[in-house]
Structures are given as structure tokens and as C-alpha cells.
């Protein structure tokens, strides 16, 4: 009896460090796991840090206008597809000295949506967030010409990475769906989509 007694106590004490060992060894893992993902976290911390110091940097340094060109001029690219010259979408001339203007032009607008964007400086990095942020304003609680100012200056604005995407299809000689980024008159799409035919598609 006793012999059979002692094997059962050191059996429950044998469980029980198995159990123990198990606790220890979750928890080990757990604490390590909880390392690596602070380091992570410490990472994606600091490297947003940078992108945040960049922005801050490029954004401090003024865009020169040395021959006093109008910040607004636009003009209409064009590019050849099929040995076809089509126009892509207006755009300004001067992308970072127009963006500059406006921001100067329109202060009170971009003043008023500035913490919607964490109080970043308008660049284009953040344009985008400035853009939507003043979509979402209610035009009654500012003043309407200064408000769709705004919205017709980012309408054209925008343009510029339409047309890079295009230009980065034509170049790698991809046209496939190219006809829904291109302008809706332009020769292509009008061929494509079977559009009517327009004055400024001829």
C-alpha cells in the first residue's frame, strides 16, 4: 500500500511539473513573441518618422519662381499611341509651384481642414488628404468662391498622375484597357468604345 501510494504522489507531482513546465514555456514564448513584435512596432515607428521628417523637410523649402511664370499655366500634354498623336488630361505646368500657390491663394480653406490631415503641410504626399478633407467641408461654412476654387484646382491638379499612368502603360506597351484612362475624346477610346465621333476626336 505504501509503495503504491508514493508511486501515485510522484505520479500527480510528475503532472504537475509536466503542467508547470507547459505554464513556463507559454509564457517564454509569449514574452518573446511580445519582443518581436515590439521591434517591429519600433521599426514601423521610426521609419514612419522619417517619411514624416522627409515630408516636413520638402515642404520647408519653397518652390523658386525666378522668371515670375503664372503658377497656374496649364497645358495639354500629348502622346503617341499607335502613331497617333492623342492629348492627355490638362495639367500645370508647374505642379510643386502651383500647388504652393494655391495654398497661399486659398489659406483660410486649407486652415480650416488641417487637422483632418494630422496638421501635415500640403506636398504631394498629402495633397490627396487636403483634396478629400475639402470635399467633405459644408461650402455654407465657407466662402463659396474660395471653396470650389479649391475643388477646381485639385480637379486639374490630380490630372498629372492620370497622365503618368498612361504614359507608363504606353511606354511598357500595354494598352490594354487604356481606352478607360484616357480622355473620353480621344481617338482611341472613341475607337475602341465605339463612341460617336466628336469635333475635338477628329
Do not use: H
Not at 519662381?65 to 495639354?76: G, L, M
Not at 463659396?144 to 504614359?167: A, C
Amino acid at each position: 500500500m505504501k509503495s503504491g501510494g508514493c508511486f501515485k504522489i510522484f505520479a500527480c507531482l510528475g503532472c504537475l511539473g509536466y503542467k508547470v513546465a507547459g505554464i513556463l514555456n507559454a509564457f517564454c514564448n509569449s514574452v518573446i513573441i511580445g519582443s518581436v513584435i515590439m521591434k517591429k512596432l519600433s521599426i514601423l515607428l521610426l521609419i514612419a518618422g522619417v517619411i514624416v521628417a522627409i515630408t516636413l523637410g520638402l515642404s520647408a523649402q519653397p518652390v523658386p519662381n525666378p522668371t515670375n511664370a503664372d503658377p497656374y499655366n496649364i497645358i495639354t500634354p500629348t502622346i503617341m499611341i499607335d502613331g497617333v498623336e492623342e492629348k492627355l488630361y490638362k495639367e500645370y505646368e508647374n505642379q510643386p509651384l502651383a500647388l504652393q500657390q494655391i495654398t497661399l491663394d486659398q489659406a483660410d480653406v486649407f486652415s480650416r481642414v488641417r487637422y483632418k490631415c494630422f496638421f501635415l503641410p500640403v506636398n504631394s504626399w498629402t495633397w490627396s488628404y487636403y483634396y478629400n478633407a475639402v470635399r467633405g467641408l459644408d461650402s455654407e461654412d465657407i466662402d463659396n468662391d474660395s471653396y470650389f476654387e479649391v475643388l477646381r484646382f485639385f480637379d486639374i491638379y490630380e490630372n498629372s498622375d492620370k497622365n503618368r499612368q498612361i504614359e507608363s502603360k504606353v511606354k511598357a506597351g500595354d494598352i490594354d484597357g487604356l481606352e478607360y484612362l484616357l480622355p473620353y475624346d480621344s481617338q482611341f477610346a472613341v475607337k475602341r468604345l465605339g463612341l460617336p465621333v466628336t469635333d475635338d476626336a477628329e
